[in-house]
Every structure is written in C-alpha cells, then in structure tokens.
C-alpha cells in the first residue's frame, strides 16, 4: 500500500508536469509577460483528499492480575497498521503568499490485538497456564489541525503549498481490559473463549506539516497531490494503567483542488 | 451337605502339576495363567465354574491403561454362600484372555446350614469389643482357615472405642474364627518431626461469610472435617453419626493457619491429582466416590493425656477405613501427633501426619484397594495392602515433589515430613523402601515375620515388596540375596508405577500372596511394555532379588 501510495503521488505530479507542457504559450519576443506565476488572485482555497496513513501506530501493554491466589499476567499488544484516511481543508490568504486554514482528517482502521496471558493454577503455585487468544477492534481518528500556509505559484496552473501548524486528535480505540477463558479439571490448561473490551476515546494536540502540489485545469478546479505529517501521543486508560497510543503520521495522497 | 465343586478334580490336578498350591492350604486352588497354555486351561475351569455358579462376576471393568482390555472380577460361591477372599480375576483383550489369577478352594465340605441364630451372633459380635456396635449387616460367608479347612461363619464389621475390624465367627459354635483392623494404619507408635511450612493453595469455597476447605473444583466430594479435639465426637463420627456442615474446616479471611487442614486439604487433593493423571483413575472406586477427611481428632498437648490405645490410634496414626463416618462412606483420618520436646523411643517427634504427602497419599490407596482387589487386610493380602499403600505414596511424592532428603522433597521414606528424629543424624520416617532394614524391615522374603502380630505383619512384611518396587525403578543390589537388578531408572518411574497399579488394583485376586502378585506384576509390565521392556525385566529381576519366586 505504501509503494502504491507514493506511485499516486508521483503520477500526480507526472500529470501535473505534462499537463502544463501542452498549454504553456509562448510570449512575445519584446513584451515580456506579467509574472502571472508570482501573483496569487484567489482568496479561498480548497482541497479534499484521499490519503493513505503510511505507518502502523502499534502498541502494548503487560499488566498483571490476581487469581488462586496468585499474580497473574495479561500481555496484549496491539497491531495498528496503516489504512484510508479522507481529509478536506480550507485556507484564506492573508496576505500576499500567506493563508491560513483549517483542516480536518478522519482515519479508521480495524486492529488486531494478541492477547497473552499466564493463568494461575487453581492447585498449585508457579505453574501457569498459558492463554493465548486475539481480539478484532476498531481504531478511528478525527484530527482537526490549525494551518499556516504558503502558496507558491509555480505557474498560471501549478500551485505549490507547504503548510504547518497544530493538530487537535481525537481517537478512539478498542482496549481489552479482561479476558475470559474455559478450562476444567485438572486444570493443566485453559482455552481463551473472548476478550471484555471498551471502547476509549481520548484526545490529544499534536503538529501538522506537510506540503501540496496543485494543478488546475480550469482557473478554479484542480488535483493535486500531497504528502504531510500530522501526528499526537494520546494516553489510554489500559489495565496495567496508562499507556502511550501514537496517533496518526505519515499520510499520502491526492484529490481535488479548488481555489477562488 | 456336601458337595465337591464340578471339576474340582481337574482342579486338583492342575493344582498338582502347576505347583500353585500352597503348603499351608492344601486345598487352596491359587493359580497365575499367563502362558497360552496355561491360559487355555484355566481358562476352561474358570468358564465352566462360572457356568455351574461356583464363580459370579462380580465386577466387570475397562482398563483405562489399554482400553481394549475388560477385567471381570469373579467371587467363588459354595451353595449361594460367598466364599470370603476366593477370587478369580481375568484379564481379556476382545474375549480372549491375557491373563488369569486366582486364589479359590478346590474342594469344599461345609455344612451351610448354621446353628447360631442371627440374633446370637448378633450377641457375639457386640461382645467382642468395648462399646460394640456394629457398621455393616450381619452375613453368611464361607471362611478358610489357614489350615486348609473351612467353616461356616457370620461375617461383620465391628467398631468399639479405639479400633474397627472385621469380624468372622463360627456359625455353629460361635467362637471368633478371625478380626482383621480395619483401621489401615501409617503404622505404629514412633516420632519425629513436622510440618513442611510450604505454602499451599487450598480448593476452598466460601460460605456465610467464611470459608470452608470443601473442594468443589475436583470432580469428586473433597472434605476436611476439623473435629476440634473433641476425640469422643471423632469417635461417634467413625462410628457413623452424621457430619455437619459446621464440622468443615473453615478459615475466616482465607490465609489458612490450621496447619492439618491445609496438609490433609491439598494433600489428599494432589492424591487424587496422582491417580487421575498418573493412571486415569477417577479416585477411590473409579466413580469418584466421596473423600472424607478427618482432621484434629486430638491436639498435641492433649495427647498426652490419653490412654495408650487412643494415643497409638488417633494421636501417632493415620488411617483409612472404608465402612466408617455416616452411611459407611469411608473416611481418612490423620492425627497430630504430639508437642515438643517429647520424642518418642528413637529420638522422634511425631508431628501432624497429614504434613507428609506419602502418608496421605498410602491412606488413600488403602481406598483405593478396597475399591478394586481389595486385598484382605491380614498376612501376605495385607502386606501387599500395606505395600502398594507404600508404592503408592512414594510415588505421589515423586511427581510433585523434587527428588532430594530434605524436607518436602521426594524420596524413599515413608513419614519423614512428619516423623522426624531431633537428634543429629537419627532416621527419620517410619520406613524405608530403598533401604528396609534400617527400620527393622526385611529385605527378602526370607527373613519376613510369620508371627501373628501387626495382623500378620502387614506393616513389616510390606517392605519386601515394597523394596522390589525400588529396585525396579532405581536399580540396586539386594543385601540378602546379592541379587543385583537393573532399575528402568528414575526418569521411566512412571513404567514401574503403572506396572504394579495394574497388576494391585485390576489383576490380584483379594487373596494374593507375594507370589501372586510377583506374577501379576511381571503380567501388568509385559500387557503395559512388552514382555521383553526394561519394566518387565526390571520386575522380574527384583522380585527374585527378594526372594519371591
């Protein structure tokens, strides 16, 4: 998914660069042309894209128990791996190459999470069942980042944009809190039957950063295409206690670009 | 009336050219068929005596050792009256016997009409002991003396103050032909001490805001009865007088301090977990009878003031009996000992006897036998009882204990957790499987007792097979007989284990003598191995290294 991701990208600015091959009209000889590329005239600029998120947030957490009378002890670790993330942003200029926007991305992937545990043996003490299940949860983030951009017309059609600023998450996680498991006499072994999960939402602030290029087959409709990074640590409430969740990252894509 | 058994003659001849007889009971028919010509013939005389109704299945059962295999348990009937401890077990694979091993009477004459009425012997059994009553109905049985001959008799089972034991008295002229203890006692008086001190976990639950040691995570009924020093109360419980809910043993906050309760607790539940997983035994009967414990009959301070029969039963003892507590429902019971500095003649303290894992672990054999050969407890039967009783413990030490002479750790002393000597290099324990003469025990059959005490030296004489099963496994040279035996070794112990399991709870008739159960252990090894396996080599070396041929 990675390579097809930075394949869009690159095929993005492929058809950016020809297409502003094709309608690129020579000036006149002794009158040069006003720099339409150095003037930015529209106010208002809009994107909504596809993105792909990159990275895996992965994490985990041991925590221990108490069961016949004795400590217990629950490893979980969470797999979060890349996906699909859908984000739109809009900007005012300011003044004179400078906008300031606001953007929102939504991400949501579904998590594996392996859950290892070592069960106490009813009769007898340091000799531990091992339980081993998985749990099928949901990762979902909302990030609403605050953004300063800078335009930087290339040409008439070509718009090129960097941007930065901060980012407000909001994810919400699935976290196994117990697990349940069968077994029966003589309690050699124990079978996980299911994990007892909640869903936690926590937020975060975070940075974005990150930069776009825009071609624009009309004065007003563009693609464009774009690579940023918009990330945040929020903490969940996990059975050992707290732990650190990694909230968004890399993302790539495209879509399309308005600006008026 | 007097009848001669159908085929007796037959019998007699087999008897004769088999040599299976023994010298003191000429008329005994003791038989192990385990060659296909053997077998061919036994097997005949078995059919043909089940077909007259001289022999009655009496129990039938899977091994679940080889599943292909049914053990049907026969008991000998004379005129619809059972012969007492004439037994024939077969071992079949698909119908077709592995195995045959037999102890009935060949010829029989007895008159089986009796001359006492039930309710004279009614009188006679209630005057046998000190505040007799009795556990068990009054029956007819045929009983064999040791001399060959047999006798009419009233059978039951009698409990007085301090003992219980089964009684046989003639049926015509009402004397005592026979009482066997019922009582399967840790043996006799002696000293030592204690507890392990390791912590234990207990299968507990809780109840109105307590909590009592019933186990309700095993499959069967698992319960502690605290009979808080009320020895009399322990007495009548024996005796059958019901149990109370308020008798278990019970612990407030759950961190048990009453260190008999947590010993017998777990420990009778790790015997269970032995058999279960060692064997694929469901307990005591297979059907997960009840297992009743019986704890704190007497305290330690308050041994000291009993009288010497009370101290020797419920102070320095462990025992089992299979007709006592209410309904007959069988019942261990452990005792505490007594305090420090007391130390009894060879330096000992006795200390709570449910502390040591082989002690419980022989008591609940001794339910165990009674649930399936129920080898009668008197003489060379009760020596095997005592024994296997002995095999068995040991065994229950080695798998959850680590190999070692310290405290708590696995070895071949029986009592050694409990009974511990005080003074600097003494013996510790009661007995000895690997080395029996250290306790007084012989080491070859013969130096065995043959007098009349301990119910014909059932405590004693143990040793000698016992000590085979050790040799058996671990190897050794016999003091006596210099016979030297190559062991399976301790890491294939389970192969020992099994073979003589095998051979004590499914193949030995009720009756067996050493021999017999030498035969049906070198069977079990060879059904369970291979006849040419390290085991059956192994036990057939150490039974002859003691002298059991």
């Given at each position: 998914?990675?390579?097809?991701?930075?394949?869009f990208?690159i095929?993005?600015f492929a058809?950016?660069?020809?297409?502003?091959?094709?309608?690129?009209?020579l000036p006149?000889?002794?009158?040069?042309?006003?720099s339409?590329a150095?003037?930015?005239?529209?106010?208002?600029?809009?994107?909504?894209s596809?993105?792909?998120?990159?990275?895996s947030?992965?994490?985990?957490?041991s925590?221990?128990f108490?069961?016949?009378?004795?400590n217990?002890?629950l490893?979980?670790?969470?797999?979060?791996?890349?996906?699909?993330?859908?984000?739109?942003?809009?900007?005012?200029?300011v003044?004179?190459?400078?906008?300031?926007?606001?953007?929102?991305?939504?991400?949501?992937t579904?998590?594996?999470?392996?859950?290892?545990?070592?069960?106490?043996?009813?009769f007898?003490?340091?000799?531990?069942?091992?339980?081993t299940?998985?749990f099928?949860?949901?990762?979902?983030?909302?990030?609403?980042?605050?953004?300063a951009?800078?335009?930087?017309?290339v040409s008439?059609?070509?718009l090129?944009?960097?941007?930065?600023?901060?980012?407000?998450?909001?994810?919400?996680?699935?976290?196994?809190?117990?697990?349940?498991?069968?077994?029966?006499?003589?309690?050699?072994?124990?079978?996980?039957?299911?994990a007892?999960?909640?869903?936690q939402?926590?937020?975060a602030?975070?940075v974005?950063?990150?930069g776009?290029?825009?071609?624009?087959?009309t004065?007003?409709?563009?693609?464009?295409?774009?690579a940023?990074?918009?990330?945040a640590?929020?903490?969940?409430?996990v059975?050992?206690?707290?732990?650190?969740?990694?909230?968004?990252?890399?993302?790539?894509?495209?879509?399309?670009?308005?600006?008026? | 009336m007097?009848?001669?058994?159908?085929?007796?003659?037959?019998?007699?001849a087999?008897?004769l050219?088999?040599?299976?007889?023994?010298a003191q009971?000429?008329?005994?028919?003791?038989f192990?068929?385990?060659?296909?010509?053997d077998?061919?013939?036994w097997d005949?005389?078995v059919t043909?005596?089940?077909?007259?109704?001289?022999?009655?299945?009496?129990?039938v059962?899977?091994?679940?050792s080889?599943?292909s295999?049914?053990?049907?348990?026969?008991?000998?009937?004379?005129?619809?009256?059972?012969?007492?401890?004439?037994?024939?077990?077969?071992?079949?694979?698909?119908?077709?016997?592995?195995?045959?091993?037999?102890?009935?009477?060949?010829q029989?004459?007895v008159?089986?009409?009796p001359?006492?009425?039930?309710?004279a012997?009614?009188k006679?059994f209630?005057?046998?002991?000190?505040?007799?009553?009795?556990?068990r109905?009054?029956?007819?049985?045929?009983f064999r003396?040791?001399?060959?001959?047999?006798r009419?008799?009233?059978?039951?089972?009698?409990?007085?103050t301090n003992?219980?034991f089964?009684?046989?008295?003639?049926a015509?002229?009402g004397?005592?032909?026979?009482?066997?203890?019922?009582?399967q006692?840790?043996?006799a008086?002696?000293?030592?001490?204690?507890?392990?001190?390791?912590?234990?976990k207990?299968?507990?639950?809780?109840?109105?805001?307590?909590?009592?040691?019933?186990?309700?995570?095993?499959?069967?009924?698992l319960t502690?009865?605290?009979?808080?020093?009320n020895?009399?109360?322990?007495?009548?419980?024996l005796?059958?007088?019901?149990?109370?809910?308020?008798?278990?043993?019970?612990?407030?906050?759950?961190d048990?301090?009453?260190?008999?309760?947590?010993?017998a607790?777990a420990?009778?539940?790790?015997?269970?977990?032995?058999?279960?997983k060692?064997h694929?035994?469901?307990g005591?009967?297979?059907?997960?009878?009840?297992?009743?414990?019986?704890?704190?009959?007497?305290?330690?301070?308050g041994?000291?003031?009993?009288?010497?029969?009370?101290f020797?039963?419920f102070?320095?003892?462990?025992f089992?009996?299979?007709?006592c507590?209410?309904?007959?429902i069988?019942?261990?019971?452990?005792?505490?000992?007594?305090?420090?500095?007391?130390?009894?003649?060879l330096?000992?303290?006795?200390?709570?006897?449910?502390?040591s894992?082989?002690?419980?672990?022989?008591?609940?054999?001794?339910?165990?036998?009674?649930?399936s050969?129920?080898?009668?407890?008197?003489?060379?039967?009760g020596?095997?009882?005592?024994?296997?009783?002995?095999?068995?413990?040991?065994s229950?030490?080695f798998?959850?204990?680590?190999?070692?002479?310290g405290?708590?750790?696995?070895?071949?002393?029986?009592?050694?957790?409990?009974?511990?000597?005080?003074?600097t290099?003494?013996?510790?324990?009661i007995?000895s499987?690997?080395?029996?003469?250290?306790?007084?025990?012989?080491?070859?059959?013969?130096?065995?007792?043959?007098?009349p005490?301990d119910?014909?030296?059932?405590?004693?004489?143990?040793?000698?097979?016992s000590?085979?099963?050790?040799?058996?496994i671990e190897?050794?040279?016999?003091?006596?007989?210099?016979l030297?035996?190559?062991?399976?070794?301790?890491a294939n112990?389970?192969?020992?284990?099994k073979?003589?399991?095998?051979?004590?709870t499914?193949?030995?008739p009720?009756?067996?003598?050493?021999?017999?159960?030498?035969?049906?252990?070198?069977?079990?090894?060879?059904?369970l191995?291979?006849?040419?396996?390290?085991?059956?080599t192994?036990i057939?070396?150490?039974?002859?290294?003691?002298g059991?041929?």
């Amino acid at each position: 998914m990675k390579s097809r991701a930075l394949l869009f990208v690159i095929l993005t600015f492929a058809f950016c660069s020809a297409a502003e091959a094709q309608t690129t009209r020579l000036p006149p000889r002794n009158a040069p042309p006003p720099s339409r590329a150095s003037v930015i005239t529209e106010k208002v600029f809009f994107s909504a894209s596809l993105l792909f998120q990159v990275n895996s947030n992965d994490f985990d957490d041991s925590s221990t128990f108490r069961r016949n009378a004795e400590n217990g002890r629950l490893d979980t670790a969470y797999a979060v791996g890349g996906g699909t993330a859908f984000d739109v942003s809009g900007s005012y200029l300011v003044w004179k190459q400078l906008a300031v926007g606001v953007g929102l991305t939504l991400f949501s992937t579904s998590t594996t999470t392996e859950i290892n545990a070592q069960v106490p043996h009813p009769f007898f003490f340091n000799q531990p069942r091992t339980v081993t299940g998985e749990f099928d949860g949901d990762r979902s983030e909302t990030a609403v980042h605050i953004q300063a951009r800078w335009l930087i017309p290339v040409s008439p059609k070509m718009l090129v944009t960097v941007f930065g600023g901060p980012s407000f998450f909001s994810v919400e996680q699935d976290v196994v809190s117990d697990f349940e498991f069968s077994e029966s006499y003589p309690f050699d072994m124990a079978t996980f039957t299911r994990a007892i999960a909640n869903s936690q939402s926590e937020s975060a602030v975070g940075v974005n950063i990150g930069g776009d290029v825009a071609y624009f087959f009309t004065p007003n409709v563009g693609v464009g295409g774009t690579a940023q990074y918009s990330g945040a640590t929020v903490q969940m409430n996990v059975p050992s206690g707290t732990a650190d969740v990694k909230a968004g990252g890399l993302q790539v894509g495209g879509g399309l670009r308005l600006r008026f | 009336m007097k009848r001669v058994m159908a085929l007796a003659t037959v019998a007699a001849a087999l008897f004769l050219s088999l040599q299976v007889g023994s010298a003191q009971q000429p008329s005994s028919l003791r038989f192990s068929a385990t060659t296909a010509n053997d077998l061919r013939t036994w097997d005949q005389f078995v059919t043909a005596q089940e077909r007259s109704g001289g022999l009655r299945v009496m129990q039938v059962e899977q091994d679940p050792s080889i599943p292909s295999r049914t053990i049907e348990r026969m008991q000998q009937f004379y005129e619809g009256i059972p012969v007492w401890g004439a037994e024939v077990v077969r071992d079949s694979d698909g119908g077709v016997p592995v195995s045959i091993f037999g102890d009935i009477s060949a010829q029989l004459d007895v008159n089986t009409q009796p001359v006492l009425t039930v309710d004279a012997a009614t009188k006679v059994f209630l005057s046998s002991t000190a505040a007799a009553t009795l556990l068990r109905p009054i029956n007819l049985v045929v009983f064999r003396l040791e001399n060959g001959d047999a006798r009419l008799a009233y059978m039951s089972v009698v409990s007085g103050t301090n003992e219980v034991f089964r009684a046989f008295i003639d049926a015509a002229s009402g004397v005592e032909l026979q009482r066997y203890s019922m009582l399967q006692k840790q043996s006799a008086v002696g000293t030592g001490r204690g507890v392990v001190g390791d912590m234990k976990k207990m299968s507990v639950r809780p109840s109105g805001g307590t909590f009592v040691a019933d186990d309700r995570l095993r499959p069967p009924v698992l319960t502690t009865f605290d009979m808080r020093n009320n020895l009399s109360r322990t007495i009548n419980v024996l005796n059958g007088a019901p149990l109370l809910a308020s008798d278990i043993a019970s612990d407030a906050d759950n961190d048990w301090t009453d260190i008999p309760a947590v010993d017998a607790h777990a420990h009778v539940g790790w015997t269970y977990d032995y058999y279960f997983k060692r064997h694929g035994r469901r307990g005591l009967d297979n059907r997960d009878r009840p297992l009743i414990s019986l704890i704190n009959g007497v305290s330690q301070q308050g041994s000291l003031s009993l009288p010497p029969d009370d101290f020797g039963i419920f102070a320095v003892n462990a025992f089992w009996c299979d007709l006592c507590g209410p309904g007959g429902i069988g019942t261990m019971y452990f005792g505490n000992g007594f305090p420090l500095p007391f130390v009894d003649q060879l330096g000992r303290n006795w200390t709570y006897l449910a502390g040591s894992l082989d002690v419980v672990g022989h008591e609940l054999t001794h339910g165990v036998i009674s649930s399936s050969s129920n080898l009668i407890p008197g003489n060379e039967p009760g020596a095997l009882n005592e024994a296997f009783a002995d095999m068995m413990g040991t065994s229950v030490e080695f798998f959850f204990q680590v190999p070692g002479g310290g405290i708590g750790q696995a070895d071949y002393l029986i009592a050694e957790d409990s009974v511990r000597n005080r003074s600097t290099g003494g013996l510790s324990g009661i007995r000895s499987l690997a080395s029996p003469t250290i306790f007084g025990g012989p080491d070859h059959y013969s130096i065995r007792y043959t007098g009349p005490d301990d119910d014909g030296g059932v405590h004693i004489n143990s040793t000698i097979p016992s000590h085979a099963f050790f040799l058996s496994i671990e190897g050794g040279r016999n003091r006596v007989s210099g016979l030297t035996v190559q062991g399976v070794g301790a890491a294939n112990r389970e192969q020992i284990e099994k073979s003589f399991y095998r051979a004590f709870t499914f193949l030995l008739p009720a009756s067996a003598n050493f021999p017999t159960a030498r035969a049906a252990s070198i069977q079990a090894a060879r059904d369970l191995y291979g006849a040419n396996s390290a085991a059956a080599t192994a036990i057939t070396q150490a039974w002859a290294a003691v002298g059991v041929n």
